[in-house]
């Protein structure tokens, strides 16, 4: 049995990793949670260790004067993958939260408008702003005053604890179609953008119904709103397909990206929208080390991996058996109520005997994982009941069927 006990002598000398394993003080885990869902290509992939390593001897700094044109005309394969009206980068930032920032005071900026509509049980980040639009209460309790006076959140895509109490298919997409009545009813009449993220992640790895998307685009249309596709935990593979927008087919205005883009966990942010949303002065929205030549350089290799081990593919087919295997364990273990996913990005939601969420138990299981050597991570920052089984893109099916065996021994044990 492992401690991982985060003791304050812990040095950075006793932290490693290798491949999908995170080592700490001598145990070692298998990171079923690749890191902050920021390690896509595993710890030490050599690739990436080799081009940052030459990168930093020649200097891993130039200010973003000089790095623009690099980053206009370095990622054009990116773009050529995203949905077909998006054709611009921008790359000043270095997390997921300003990245989204940029993208919604792109919006703001181009429509003249203010409002931001979201999803309840959204998370997108933890700067002022995307703090008080993302859809949890518990991240905003401290901070009352911060709250974003034009953010409007409607219901989420959540079949499985539907807001209105309905089944899907019958349910007619209330979550969509009643977001028409909370923009003639609820908001000041002048919504720039919805942001949402194809599937929700932290908010308990919810997967809307594939129409969903296309109701959105259509009422975005009709409001004239900016749609913003939050793909920070989604783009890049991590769902078997570069973005999950198009799997959606969500149609987005901008896409956001972030975690997965330094492949090995270098910081790293981008938005992708379309030229006429490329309105900021310089002066308007860029950070010290946003699009640093570190970051270039691990964004680029990271793609070209992505390409050459052809990890897309590799990441569809073992995602549906790690689907398949997690499906299977509702039919073990009672209190699992819901396994959904894709790709390498499943959550299990987890319910008491009622029926109703049960963070405690959720919170059991991925503390006993932990122990036994797998580390998961639960929905909502712990409050939530989803355990998120989100292993690094490069994980082997024989990998797989390591955490699937650890992740049941753990369960076992928990009953
Ligand atoms: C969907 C989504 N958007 C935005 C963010 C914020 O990213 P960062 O932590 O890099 O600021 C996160 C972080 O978990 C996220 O999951």
Known sequence: MRTFAIKNEIKLAHLSGNGIRFEIDGESYIDAASGTFNLPLGYNHTEMVDALTDQIKKASHASSTYTKPIVENGFCKLLDEA??????????????????????????????????LSLMLSHHGQTALTTSISGNAFRR???????????LKVPAPYCHRCFYGKTYPDCGLLCAERINDFIEYSSSNQVACMIIEPVMGNGG???????????????????????????????????????????????????????????IGIPVAAVLMESRLEVFESYEHSFTSGANLLAISAAQTYLDVLEKENILEHVRENGNLLGEELTELMNQ??????????????????????????????????????????ILRSSRYGFGNVVKVRPPLITSKAEIYEIIEMLKKSLDEVI
């Open 83 to 116: 949905p077909e009206n998006i054709n611009k980068i921008f790359m000043r930032d270095l997390t997921g939260s300003s990245a989204n920032e940029a993208a919604i005071k792109m919006a703001m900026k181009s429509s003249g408008k203010t409002g931001v």
């Open 141 to 151: 309790e401290s901070f009352p005053s911060l709250n974003y006076q034009e953010s």
């Open 205 to 263: 790895n919810i997967v809307p119904p594939k129409e969903y998307f296309q109701l959105i685009r259509k009422i975005c249309d009709e409001h004239d709103i900016i749609l913003i596709s939050d793909e920070v935990q989604t783009g890049l593979g991590r769902t078997g397909h570069m973005f999950a927008s198009n799997h959606f087919d969500m149609k987005p205005n901008i896409i956001t990206l972030a975690k997965g883009l330094g492949g």
């Open 333 to 374: 273990y009672p209190f699992i109520s819901d396994v959904r996913g894709l790709g390498y990005m499943w959550g299990l939601e987890i319910s008491d005997r009622e029926g109703h969420e049960d963070p405690k138990m959720t919170q059991k299981i991925v503390e006993t994982s932990l122990k036994n050597g797998l």
